[in-house]
């Protein structure tokens, strides 16, 4: 298996990661979007976020709300309720108990992860 699987990780945690960019504050589209691809997740395009996004707003785990601005086009802009940040919590927490022990199982096959610069650690913890 020599292809990039980010992708379709991705899509099975996307939901979680946009709940979570949501805790500091109401926001629209294209900043979560940017954020998401400022913590190193990559180019996450409108086709892929904003079904995202409605999904959530159907589910009761964000609202949203249509603001005009003066220049451009208007925006929506989404805020966690508060099904959405126990959601959050509950899925989140169970998503790092799968990420832990996906890590432990790596672990035995002696799998190196990238660190950030200035780290000295090597292997999976």
Request: net charge neutral; no cysteine; aromatic share 8%.
């Amino acid at each position: 298996m020599t292809s990039d699987r980010r992708a379709s990780w991705l899509k099975g945690v996307l939901d979680l990661l946009v709940l979570a960019s949501l805790t500091a504050g109401e926001n629209y589209g294209y900043e979560i979007a940017k954020d998401l691809a400022e913590s190193g997740l990559g180019q996450i395009k409108g086709g892929t976020l904003y079904p995202v996004l409605n999904r959530l707003e159907e589910a009761g785990l964000v609202t949203a709300e249509f603001r005009a601005t003066e220049r451009g086009p208007g925006r929506r802009y989404y805020r966690l309720t508060d099904l959405g940040r126990q959601t959050l919590a509950e899925q989140g927490g169970l998503w790092l108990g799968f990420e832990e022990s996906v890590r432990a199982v790596l672990a035995r096959g002696h799998v190196e992860t990238p660190q950030p610069a200035g780290s000295h650690e090597g292997k999976l913890r």
